[in-house]
């Protein structure tokens, strides 16, 4: 099962510009997660922070016991290895095939023979449904395709904690939409910690079990998936319903008098959009682990959330026994 990633009271600034501040959450073991926020809010910040590429002056990120902000240098490292990072462009070298790039970090950072590395490399670019394509180089093929070999890349020392930049960007949507079921089906076989990093909607209300969203340095929200669907926070209501109405500016945040314009002019302030159920594993991989977990997990903070959270919370996993709460939940297999 993946690691859980703790992350408490983090600040971040680069000279006086400061990025966040006091950001805390706790990205549950094995179980998916995504972060939301206009561009420039700090999201690829929070990824490199995580894994301890940058140091926020304050905080803490505890991966394992380690403090990826302020631990010795040296278990930083050991620990970066529970990592696995799949950058926005994929980051391969343009100059390598896909073979020699996905197995690059094998022939780096492990001893392991030619053959074994084959073996490896094969089964992850099969499960990102690239065979046939390990001889190309990333100049040859299209930005999915990279994407995905960027994928491969990132799991082959078999990660715990699987981050992914945007992996969406500059896709189309039927694109977008396989690389949500390669997350998802990513999940069901490997139990990773996983957290997106995301503009896109569509894998923002169907991929992920919990939800954050970074807004004016701070972190807006961060639980379960429900509580950021069902939000009635401007900021979160505007951004999931993709509106000019709110807090969200085209260059920066919108001033006091702008948002009062907009008020008295007679704009509606958008609603959350109808909860819609988060996707599947393909057919023939099972259940994700984390579902059971997180149903446990969900159901055992119900009181603390939002009331509107609360009911879709209920409504998706049957009323019955999450109103009784001295049922004893199934832990694996259990109907939802
Ligand atoms: N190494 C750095 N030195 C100085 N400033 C930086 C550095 N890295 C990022 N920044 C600044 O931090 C801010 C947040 O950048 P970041 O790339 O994390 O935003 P983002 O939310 O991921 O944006 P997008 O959604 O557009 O990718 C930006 O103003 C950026 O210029």
Redesign the pocket.
């Known amino acids: 099962m993946g690691i859980e990633v703790k992350v408490e009271g983090l600040t971040k600034s680069?000279g006086r510009?400061n990025?966040w501040q006091d950001v805390s959450l706790t990205l549950p073991a094995g179980e998916v997660s995504v972060m939301l926020?206009p561009?420039?809010?700090?999201?690829?910040?929070?990824l490199k922070s995580l894994i301890g590429l940058?140091k926020p002056e304050h905080g803490r990120v505890l991966v394992n016991g380690v403090d990826m902000a302020r631990s010795p240098e040296r278990d930083i490292m050991e620990a970066r290895k529970l990592f696995g990072l799949m950058f926005q462009d994929g980051a391969l070298f343009g100059s390598m095939n896909l073979f020699d790039n996905i197995a690059f970090p094998l022939r780096e950072h492990t001893k392991k023979k030619e053959s074994e590395i084959r073996r490896i490399v094969m089964e992850r670019i099969d499960a990102v449904g690239l065979l046939g394509s390990e001889g190309k180089l990333p100049g040859e093929i299209s930005g999915g395709m990279r994407k995905r070999a960027g994928l491969a890349r990132a799991l082959v020392l078999d990660p715990q904690i699987i981050l992914c930049d945007?992996p969406d960007s500059g896709l189309d949507p039927v694109r977008t939409a396989f690389i949500s079921q390669l997350l998802i089906d990513l999940n069901t076989t490997t139990d990773a910690t996983m957290l997106i990093?995301t503009?896109n909607l569509d894998i923002a209300a169907t991929v992920p079990d919990n939800m954050g969203m970074?807004f004016r340095r701070h972190l807006v929200t961060f639980g379960p998936r429900e509580v950021l669907l069902t939000s009635q926070e401007p900021v979160v209501s505007q951004f999931l319903t993709a509106s000019k109405h709110g807090p969200i500016g085209m260059s920066e945040e919108k001033d006091e008098a702008t948002l009062a314009a907009e008020a008295s002019g007679g704009m509606v302030a958008p609603q959350p959009k109808a909860l819609v159920p988060q996707l599947q594993p393909s057919p023939g991989l099972g259940e994700r682990a984390a579902v059971a977990r997180r149903r446990e997990r969900v159901l055992g903070m119900l009181d603390t959330l939002p009331g509107t959270a609360q009911e879709a919370i209920r409504s998706s996993y049957g009323r019955q026994d999450v109103l009784a709460p001295t049922v004893t939940l199934p832990r694996r297999g259990g109907a939802s």
Do not use: A, P, R, Y
């Open positions: 680069f510009q990025i926020g561009s420039g809010t700090g999201k690829t910040v929070f940058l945007e990093v503009h970074l």
